[in-house]
């Protein structure tokens, strides 16, 4: 307890102003920070995958499974954050036994089991299927056990059931697109919603959030894309890691647009909390908001973007460069992530002061905490391409 | 038009009136009914508790803040509290200042020589237990709920420590008890009210400026309270129905 | 039916009979009864042990103090005001309640103070009313301007 205290003494000397006596801690730190950019991969990911399968651009082929396998990856992780945030982790059950369904956050189980199960799983089991069964008969040993397993016993692999397989995946596709929507939508609404914070409660805050995780998971899909191919020695598919290129562009104006106007809406109306969000935005929040979020993270990601699209450069550029974006943008984002959720929480609802947040390196909020929910998955997808590679899927059958 | 297509339009209509029908005859019973029909709202039947709080009246003693803590044993660290006081200082200028030292349980000293200030008063604070309350709203679990009452209570075995009540509250009244490890407010001291006694604050107050009272009751104190006085709550614009009305509540006030 | 279908049907039935048991036998028996919550919690909530006794408790043995508070200056204060949280005492006698002592006691309320009320409450400046001296030597706490030494 002791250290308990003693942290919140220090920043009850760092308050500026005025706060609500209760404010002094932050309720909501780094973890929850992750939580939206965790989903937010994981739709943004998926809104790729389906961008090759259900509007058909079929120069994005050879990313389609390694976003899907990417979102899972990820997917896995996502409640990670928020069980171990809860005070009390081991009630969490209680949020899918009695949901208040007034509360946004009550669709969280629901949501959550929906998208892994109804969307995610199924699409993958579906594409992969055919593989499965036939990997299942050649692979010796446990590894062929699992293949067996997962086949979930239906061996059937006649050209009718692949053809059940291709129309079960593309309306599980299409299902996908409203649900990763919801799935990072509803995190948005969870914020947008709350009138009693002016730097949350807007109705943009959902589709900025949206638009936000498609950018991050277009750079992180990207980013493996080229890692994989690079790991394993192969020539990439330039034509395909330029529409990737080309759609992150697209995403990235769409989403410094929304963001712009959510600020230009606010500094026009300057209604009661303006004062408080101006000083908290040239304030503490100056280096990661206008340097990070929308500096490094945004405006140099599409100039370098938008060169490229306009000027012939060469392929080894082309590719150093996406790969510096990517990194840039997928900083920019968590950043993105960060200022909404510490920056809603450093001012006082009294509008008349500010409190401090310290991040400790270790501990159950700490950054080292936050950097395993992030290394984890990369682990649990470094996984699933050596259990479900793509690239030893069997070829189509001739007709 | 053939026999056919009349029998078609006949059935869809018939099924038409029989959806509305319905539709009309639910809306009666469900939410929109409370709208259309005016059926029972909500606190009418049985007691009803809100506080009254006199801005004339307040010294500033710090005794309830105080009190509040030794009677539900929240912790005396000074960074959470169900009740607390705070000052204000409006300067000849203009500027407003404001400070809640320990929550005003130590007393408050006043920094400003007398001739620059324009006007100075105290404010206590609390839950406002409101009837339309963004906190219950929030609750993921249902571990925050109106008592049939109209007391804002937490259920400390049910709650989940998500923290989203504390986020929700536009009057910064809620906390996570660093003991209990849920999430903590002020209750109405609903353990002494429902035994006829007074909110502790209400109890050790030495001017009477918080009045407890039963709002379904016409005779009672913080009805005659809301009757004599120019009442106002915090934060109207919130839409919170908040129970807490203030006499004497000057726009300085957050 | 192609064999997938019938398969996942299986599955997700499975995994919904079991989420639904589970469901029957977590929900507390009392959630629901009054609204989305445990009715239980409200007689938890109720049963908390109080510590202040209530200024009716006190007057029923200290009558003689409660009246002759009542007629003066102090008669809004109750008596737990400033001797604090005395329920164990009117259970059990021989545990006493706290006795205010030393100027600071008294100096919480009446200290001068820009922001109290004037009218509201006596005020004076500790420094220059008489500086050393407790307050009880010339004041009774129970009737403040009553047989002034």
């Given at each position: 307890?002791?250290?308990?205290?003693?942290?919140?003494?220090?920043?009850?000397?760092?308050?500026?102003?005025?706060?609500?006596?209760?404010?002094?801690?932050?309720?909501?730190?780094?973890?929850?920070?992750?939580?939206?950019?965790?989903?937010?991969?994981?739709?943004?990911?998926?809104?790729?995958?389906?961008?090759?399968?259900?509007?058909?651009?079929?120069?994005?082929?050879?990313?389609?499974?390694?976003?899907?396998?990417?979102?899972?990856?990820?997917?896995?992780?996502?409640?990670?954050?928020?069980?171990?945030?809860?005070?009390?982790?081991?009630?969490?059950?209680?949020?899918?036994?009695?949901?208040?369904?007034?509360?946004?956050?009550?669709?969280?189980?629901?949501?959550?089991?929906?998208?892994?199960?109804?969307?995610?799983?199924?699409?993958?089991?579906?594409?992969?299927?055919?593989?499965?069964?036939?990997?299942?008969?050649?692979?010796?040993?446990?590894?062929g056990w699992i293949y067996k397993v997962l086949t979930l016993g239906v061996k059937d692999i006649s050209p009718k059931s692949l053809k059940w397989d291709e129309k079960l995946g593309y309306a599980v596709t299409v299902i996908g697109i409203p649900s990763a929507f919801l799935l990072h939508g509803y995190v948005g609404f969870i914020f947008g919603s709350v009138k009693a914070n002016p730097w949350w409660s807007t109705v943009l805050m959902p589709v900025i959030f949206i638009f936000s995780a498609m950018v991050s998971g277009i750079a992180l899909v990207m980013l493996v894309f080229m890692a994989v191919n690079y790991i394993r020695k192969k020539k990439i598919n330039m034509l395909c890691l330029d529409t990737i290129a080309k759609y992150l562009l697209v995403a990235?104006?769409?989403?410094?647009?929304?963001?712009?106007?959510?600020?230009?809406?606010?500094?026009?109306?300057?209604?009661?909390?303006?004062?408080?969000?101006?000083?908290?935005?040239?304030?503490?929040?100056?280096?990661?908001?206008?340097?990070?979020?929308?500096?490094?993270?945004?405006?140099?990601?599409?100039?370098?973007?938008?060169?490229l699209q306009i000027f012939r450069s060469g392929e080894k550029i082309r590719k150093i460069l996406y790969a510096a974006t990517g990194i840039l943008v997928l900083v920019g984002i968590f950043f993105m992530r960060w200022n909404v959720v510490i920056g809603g929480q450093l001012f006082s609802k009294s509008f008349a002061g500010f409190t401090a947040f310290k991040l400790n390196l270790i501990g159950s909020e700490g950054l080292l905490m936050a950097a395993v929910w992030l290394i984890v998955p990369l682990l649990i997808l470094a996984f699933l391409l050596w259990l479900l590679p793509p690239w030893k899927k069997h070829p189509e059958p001739a007709d | 038009m053939g026999k056919h297509e009349i029998k078609n339009r006949r059935r869809f209509l018939k099924d038409a009136a029989l959806i509305a029908g319905g539709l009309f005859v639910s809306g009666g019973t469900g939410p929109f009914g409370q709208i259309l029909f005016a059926t029972e709202r909500k606190g009418t039947k049985g007691p009803w508790y809100g506080m009254g709080i006199d801005l004339e009246k307040c010294i500033g003693c710090g005794n309830c803040a105080s009190a509040c803590k030794a009677e539900n044993g929240v912790s005396r660290e000074p960074y959470y509290f169900r009740t607390w006081v705070e000052q204000y200082t409006i300067l000849n200028d203009g500027t407003v200042k404001i400070s809640s030292p320990n929550g005003g349980i130590d007393g408050f000293v006043q920094d400003f020589p007398e001739s620059d200030i324009f006007k100075s008063f105290f404010v206590p604070k609390m839950c406002n237990h409101c009837e339309n309350s963004p906190c219950v709203q929030v609750c993921p679990v249902g571990a925050t709920f109106d008592s049939p009452e109209g007391v804002v209570l937490v259920d400390e075995h049910y709650c989940i420590g998500c923290r989203y009540c504390v986020q929700a509250c536009p009057y910064g009244c809620r906390y996570?008890?660093?003991?209990?490890?849920?999430?903590?407010?002020?209750t109405l001291c609903y353990h002494r009210i429902m035994n006829g006694m007074l909110p502790a604050c209400v109890e050790v107050c030495p001017k009477g400026a918080k009045i407890f009272g039963d709002l379904n009751d016409p005779g009672s104190e913080l009805v005659k309270f809301k009757r004599e006085h120019s009442w106002q709550v915090l934060k109207p614009h919130m839409n919170t129905d908040s129970k807490v009305y203030y006499n004497g509540l000057r726009a300085e006030v957050r | 039916m192609p064999a997938q279908i019938k398969r996942l049907a299986l599955l997700f039935g499975l995994f919904l009979a079991i989420f639904?048991?589970?469901?029957?036998?977590?929900?507390?028996?009392?959630?629901?009864?009054?609204?989305?919550?445990?009715?239980?919690?409200?007689?938890?909530?109720?049963?908390?042990?109080?510590?202040?006794?209530?200024?009716?408790?006190?007057?029923?043995?200290?009558?003689?103090?409660?009246?002759?508070?009542?007629?003066?200056?102090?008669?809004?204060?109750?008596?737990?005001?400033?001797?604090?949280?005395?329920?164990?005492?009117a259970e059990n006698q021989d545990s006493l309640p706290f006795r205010p002592s030393g100027r600071d006691f008294c100096l919480r309320c009446h200290r001068i103070h820009p922001a109290r009320p004037a009218a509201n409450v006596a005020m004076i400046n500790p420094e220059e009313h008489n500086a050393g001296q407790q307050c009880t030597d010339c004041h009774n706490p129970h009737s403040p301007w009553e047989n002034m030494k």
């Open positions: 307890m002791e250290p308990h205290f003693q942290h919140l003494h220090e920043m009850l000397s760092k308050v500026d102003g005025f706060i609500y006596p209760n404010e002094i801690d932050l309720n909501w730190s780094v973890l929850i920070v992750l939580y939206p950019y965790i989903t937010g991969l994981v739709a943004g990911a998926f809104i790729l995958a389906s961008l090759e399968r259900v509007f058909k651009v079929r120069v994005l082929r050879p990313t389609y499974t390694i976003a899907l396998l990417t979102a899972m990856s990820f997917l896995l992780v996502a409640t990670m954050p928020l069980v171990s945030h809860l005070a009390q982790p081991q009630r969490f059950y209680e949020i899918m036994i009695t949901p208040h369904f007034t509360s946004a956050m009550a669709i969280f189980g629901f949501v959550y089991m929906w998208y892994l199960m109804v969307v995610l799983l199924l699409e993958i089991w579906f594409d992969y299927r055919r593989d499965l069964v036939l990997w299942s008969q050649e692979t010796p040993g446990f590894k990235l104006i769409l989403d410094f647009a929304l963001e712009g106007l959510d600020q230009v809406h606010r500094i026009y109306e300057s209604e009661e909390s303006f004062q408080i969000l101006d000083l908290l935005v040239k304030g503490k929040l100056t280096y990661t908001l206008f340097l990070f979020q929308w500096g490094l993270g945004m405006l140099v990601p599409i100039i370098i973007l938008g060169y | 996570i008890d660093p003991d209990r490890k849920v999430a903590d407010k002020c | 639904l048991t589970a469901r029957y036998f977590l929900v507390p028996k009392s959630f629901g009864e009054y609204g989305h919550y445990r009715g239980l919690s409200l007689t938890e909530n109720q049963s908390k042990i109080p510590r202040y006794a209530g200024q009716a408790v006190c007057q029923d043995c200290h009558d003689d103090l409660a009246g002759l508070k009542s007629s003066n200056e102090h008669a809004t204060l109750s008596c737990e005001t400033c001797h604090g949280p005395s329920l164990i005492h």
